[in-house]
């Protein structure tokens, strides 16, 4: 158990529709990952927030965004989904705001949009 | 960006025997790099990591050594155990981009008793 969890475990959805995913990360880290992981194209970075400051950000469609909040939960919202939008979504965290350095995955959230 | 490439993509050794996943990446500012273990239905799991400032790193049936001219490194296992068998993740950083892990398309490693 990495000490990250996310909520929900699995979520299945209707094209068009929103959806939100929710992260809590370890004790005591500030930053929050998120990845997706689909069979196309493997793990792919997202975006990175450290104590409520978006940080960096990777292949993330205008269609999700994400936010941290004072209690350093993140949420990442997924709009007008698509087919294609199916994937595992997973949420990491760490100490370190400025590198990449030790950053450890929550169980994930399983997105199925039909 | 970064890219990086996992060699092989599916790997299967007898218990006891040793098993080597290799990775090169294309972006000679890279200067960190994680192993990840992932479990069916988990998520991926750091096994090990290394910095560009050292050669080889050691954790007991685990280690990962890098080569910074020729660009790649590689997780060995030692006495491989069928609890061991997953999917096996590199990835690479680059400084710059802060937060951002850069990682292979993964090794399906399976270890026969």
């Known amino acids: 158990d990495s000490g990250v969890t996310q909520t929900p475990k699995h979520l299945i959805t209707a094209t068009g529709q929103r959806v939100t995913l929710r992260c809590s990360p370890r004790s005591g880290d500030l930053s929050v990952y998120w990845y997706q992981q689909s069979l196309d194209q493997g793990l792919q970075f997202l975006i990175q927030y450290y104590n409520g400051e978006e940080r960096a950000k990777g292949n993330i469609l205008e269609r999700f965004s994400a936010q941290q909040f004072p209690d350093l939960h993140s949420e990442l919202n997924l709009s007008s989904l698509e087919l294609g939008d199916s994937a595992l979504y997973f949420c990491a965290s760490s100490v370190a705001g400025g590198s990449a350095y030790e950053q450890y995955f929550g169980p994930g959230t399983r997105l199925t949009v039909t | 960006g970064e890219n990086v490439e996992q060699h092989p993509s599916t790997l299967s050794v007898q218990e006891g025997d040793s098993a080597v996943i290799k990775c090169t990446y294309s972006d000679s500012a890279s200067n960190y790099f994680p192993w990840y273990k992932q479990e069916l239905g988990k998520g991926p799991q750091l096994i090990i990591d290394?910095?560009?400032?050292?050669g080889e790193k050691k954790d007991q049936r685990i280690a990962v050594t890098l080569n910074k001219t020729a660009k790649h490194f590689s997780l060995h296992i030692t006495e491989t155990q069928p609890e061991d068998s997953a999917v096996y993740f590199c990835?690479?950083?680059?400084?710059?981009?802060?937060?951002?892990?850069?990682f292979g398309r993964g090794t399906q490693l399976t270890v026969w008793p």
């Open positions: 290394i910095r560009s400032n050292v």
């Open positions: 990835a690479a950083s680059l400084n710059e981009n802060l937060g951002r892990l850069y």
